[in-house]
């Protein structure tokens, strides 16, 4: 069973950058479809970010691609987020998940960190 | 892209069957049959219930089910349960190859 844990600053400043990371345990990260970043504003819903393969191919939600990258690190067992040019808009509880034993859907996830955008 | 609309609350009482509906676009629901459903309690990460329109993972109960009609799925709760009280959303694949999720539905049991 896989386990993924989120990390990285719980606070930033507006108009700098968000930066994530997820490190997948009890499985490789190279040996399943897609991972991805979900994230939601307090009080609000989920909104898909993007996702990473394996290769490195990506997919970005349109809203946020002029903002967004995803990376992974198949040697650490990791993907990352970067957002950048961020505003208090942005602040929510970042997941990441994996489509482990499916395609076109997530199975699991992360418990979820918390950022917030404030000076 | 826009959210999928799903009805703000729904709400049922113990026994009863309730369903949710996601409706969305030829573009997203009614283009591809990779519809999911997650449960999220307060506080609690999402939780697949529902994948591909009517699959349930292992795990699941049985009292949850799925189907979709053209640009509209849905999800129905049988023999609804307190513990079943929780925010539900629809997600679908999309032809841009991205996804869309739904506004959400939050279920009381009465």
């Known amino acids: 069973q896989v386990q993924l844990q989120e990390s990285g600053p719980g606070l930033v400043k507006p108009s700098g950058t968000l930066s994530l990371t997820c490190t997948a345990s009890?499985?490789?990260?190279?040996?399943?479809?897609?991972w991805s970043w979900v994230r939601q504003p307090p009080g609000k819903g989920l909104e898909w970010i993007g996702e990473?393969?394996?290769?490195?191919?990506?997919n970005y939600n349109p809203s946020l691609k002029s903002r967004v990258t995803i990376s992974i690190d198949k040697s650490k067992n990791q993907f990352s987020l970067k957002l950048s040019s961020v505003t208090a808009a942005d602040t929510a509880v970042y997941y990441c998940a994996s489509q482990y034993n499916f395609a076109y859907t997530w199975d699991y996830w992360g418990q979820g960190t918390l950022v917030t955008v404030s000076s | 892209q826009s959210a999928l609309t799903q009805p703000a609350s729904v709400s049922g009482s113990p026994g009863q069957s309730i369903t949710i509906s996601c409706t969305g676009t030829?573009?997203?629901?009614?283009?591809?049959?990779?519809v999911s459903w997650y449960q999220q309690h307060p506080g609690k990460g999402p939780k697949l219930m529902i994948y591909?329109?009517?699959n349930r993972p292992s795990g699941v109960s049985n009292r949850f089910s799925g189907s979709k009609s053209g640009n509209t799925a849905s999800l129905t709760i049988s023999e609804l349960q307190a513990e079943d009280e929780a925010d539900y959303y629809c997600?679908?694949?999309?032809?841009?190859?991205?996804?869309?999720f739904g506004t959400g539905t939050k279920v009381t049991v009465l």
């Open positions: 591909d329109v009517s």
């Open positions: 990473i393969y394996q290769s490195g191919s990506t």
């Open positions: 997600i679908s694949y999309t032809t841009i190859t991205t996804y869309v």
């Open positions: 030829s573009s997203d629901v009614g283009g591809y049959n990779h």
């Open positions: 009890g499985g490789s990260i190279s040996s399943t479809n897609w």
